[in-house]
């Protein structure tokens, strides 16, 4: 398969924990990676490989899998992490990127 | 600092090229390791990944576009370049040109380094 699966829409009080969610059979291969899009703005890299968070980017961030999900954690939400939320992977073949759809992120 | 800038029109007619370049600064398209891809959002939309092409020259598309799509790098310009043929309306969006790191493995390190995303419309 080459799809991978997010809900469209996750909301979390300020301070608490949040995990987004990204579903496909190609998981089960290959790492998923994740990014924080905000208005305007170029996504922005958070999590790749098994849970590895590039420089700059806030320990509250950390990921996980099992299986054919894979799963971001925003551990003590602020409110500048409201944004939309993309995984992505490579299909079974390992040669074709592919995107989930985004899960929008509201904190309240 | 790696640093993608993608270049070109903003306005294409129906029927006609898309043509889109991105250049790299700070390092060289010709290392190991990496792929460069480009990725569209429609408006209001999420990530598309139109297609990429590794040092190595190889090249991969989305399916969905690739009777439609050529990706070429020309390292002496250290750039890389995007020509989607026939653009209707469908094909206005945010373009992107990006970088993915791999491990060894061939399983992806993530796309780490986007250029700021070019808006094209596809209008007469």
């Known amino acids: 398969s080459s799809e991978l699966t997010q809900d469209p829409a996750v909301s979390v009080a300020l301070g608490q924990t949040v995990r987004i969610t990204c579903q496909g059979d190609?998981?089960?291969?290959?790492?998923a990676s994740w990014y924080q899009q905000k208005p305007g703005q170029a996504p922005v890299l958070v999590i790749y490989?098994?849970?590895n968070r590039p420089s700059g980017i806030p320990d509250r961030f950390s990921g996980s899998s099992s299986g054919n999900t894979a799963s971001l954690t925003i551990t003590g939400a602020q409110a500048e992490d409201e944004a939309d939320y993309y995984c992505?992977?490579?299909?079974?073949?390992?040669?074709?990127?592919?995107f989930g759809g985004g899960t929008k992120l509201t904190v309240l | 600092q790696v640093q993608l800038q993608e270049s070109g029109p903003g306005l294409v007619k129906p029927s006609q090229t898309l043509s889109l370049t991105c250049s790299v600064s700070?390092?060289?398209?010709?290392?190991?390791?990496?792929?460069w891809s480009w990725i569209r959002q429609h408006p209001g939309k999420g990530l598309e990944w139109i297609g990429c092409?590794?040092?190595?020259?190889?090249?991969y598309y989305n399916p969905s576009l690739k009777s439609r799509v050529t990706i070429s790098v020309d390292t002496s310009k250290n750039q890389f370049s995007l020509k989607l043929s026939s653009v209707t309306a469908a094909d206005t969006a945010v373009y992107y040109c990006?970088?993915?790191?791999?491990?060894?493995?061939?399983?992806?390190?993530?796309?780490?380094?986007w250029g700021q995303g070019t808006l094209v419309t596809v209008s007469s």
């Open positions: 992505n992977s490579r299909d079974s073949s390992g040669n074709l990127v592919v």
């Open positions: 092409i590794y040092y190595s020259g190889s090249t």
């Open positions: 490989g098994k849970n």
């Open positions: 990006a970088r993915e790191g791999y491990y060894g493995s061939g399983s992806p390190k993530g796309f780490d380094y």
């Open positions: 190609s998981l089960r291969s290959y790492y």
């Open positions: 700070g390092g060289s398209i010709s290392s190991g390791g990496y792929s």
